[in-house]
Structures are given as C-alpha cells and as structure tokens.
C-alpha cells in the first residue's frame, strides 16, 4: 500500500491567497484526521472525519480554514485567506473507527505564507 | 478530560547511554495508550502500545509499561543509538471518540550523541 498521500509537499504562497491541501487515505480506512504542527503550539488536531462526515471540528482556528471529504478516498483543508501565521507543517492522518492504533500519517505538506 | 503529560525537551544523551522519558496520562475509563515517534522531516509513525493495565509494549529496543495505579507510561530503552535522535510523543486512545481518535502528548526532542 502507498500510504497516506498528501500533496504538495511544500507551499509557498503570499498572504491573502488560497490554499488548498490534499490528502487520500489509505485504502479501507474510514476515519481521517488534519493535523497542524508548529514549533510554538506542537502538535494540533484541526478536524476530523468518520465515514465522510465531519465529526469535530473545534480544532479549526477561524473561518478561514475549512475541510471537506467529498469521497472515502479524498480530502481537502482549505485556507481562504490565508496568513503568515498559517505557516505550519499540515499533517493528514488516517485509521479505522474504534480501532486507535490503525493512525497513519501522512508525509505532511510544509506551508510558508509570506 | 482526557490528557497526556510528558517530560519536556530537549533530552540529550551520548550513544549507548539509557533512555527514560516520561509519559502520565489522565483518562476516564481503559484507553489505550501509545508511544509515536517523528523522525525529521517525516509524519508521526507509531513506536510501540499497550492496550490494558500491565501490558508492555515494546519495539526496536524501545520499552513501556501501562501502569494503571501511578497512570504512567514511561518510554525506555537501555542504550541509545544516533538514529534514534527524533520526537517522541506519548498519546492514548479517546474513547469518547466514535473515530480512531488520539490524543497527543506535546512531544519530547531527543538528540544523541555520537
């Protein structure tokens, strides 16, 4: 299996632009988690999904950030606009309900807002 | 609620030096707990786990026992090599959670010595 794939990898962008991270699961797996870690707050959990559906969202910072899951196979965490504060390595992380220590994670995507 | 509590870094030892950090956790009901570690520039991967009251979770050299009466799980290792210079992080299962949610330790940065 090729794992959590997450792209890009490294985000360059300028303040006030869109970004869109993505993320596909592994296969078979139902629950998918978006992460964000910086070196001032470590390691937060922005939102998570159970089959497709937004579980708990009290992570996401502002109304800026968003996520959807439209498919099992398929996410997307958006910043619209976005802020030299956003800058952050953004993990994706999956796993099966009820089962814990099925939690994979992606190779994360560094963002730089400049 | 749920929590987790570890020793802060950053933990510095020479090669084959012993290796404890320590790890408390604050739950309510059985959860499973969980050491990852976080290599550079790589996602969180999962170390080792122990799923009930003294269990031993053990992987690569790497060692932790689920003490239910001092709620501890303290990672060790009796001697440590330049490769396992990362961050690690100790973490249980929330039960609450419908998802394979996981709750996350700040982290501990541990740089070896050659």
């Known amino acids: 299996d090729a794992g959590v794939i997450q792209s890009p990898r490294h985000e360059v962008t300028e303040m006030g632009q869109e970004v869109t991270l993505r993320c596909k699961p592994i296969s078979g797996h139902n629950s998918l988690f978006w992460y964000r870690q910086t070196m001032m707050r470590g390691l937060e959990l922005l939102i998570y999904f159970n089959n497709n559906v937004p579980i708990d969202d009290s992570g996401m910072p502002e109304d800026r950030f968003s996520a959807k899951m439209p498919n099992a196979s398929f996410s997307t965490l958006k910043i619209q606009p976005s802020e030299p504060r956003d800058s952050a390595v953004y993990f994706c992380?999956?796993?099966?309900?009820?089962?814990?220590?099925?939690?994979?994670f992606g190779p994360g995507t560094r963002l730089t807002v400049l | 609620g749920n929590s987790v509590t570890q020793m802060e870094g950053p933990v510095t030892l020479s090669e084959e030096a012993f290796l404890t950090i320590n790890c408390t956790y604050t739950?309510?009901?059985?959860?499973?707990l969980f050491w990852y570690v976080q290599y550079p520039g790589e996602g969180l991967q999962l170390l080792l786990k122990?799923?009930?009251?003294?269990d031993k979770g053990s992987n690569k050299g790497f060692e932790a026992t689920y003490r239910k009466e001092t709620t501890s799980f303290h990672l060790e290792k009796g001697s440590v090599q330049v490769s396992d210079s990362a961050v690690y992080f100790c973490a249980l299962s929330d039960q609450r959670s419908s998802a394979s949610k996981i709750i996350f330790g700040s982290g501990t940065r541990l740089s070896i010595r050659p």
């Open positions: 992380a999956t796993g099966t309900s009820g089962v814990p220590d099925t939690q994979y």
């Open positions: 739950a309510t009901g059985y959860p499973s």
């Open positions: 122990a799923t009930k009251a003294d």
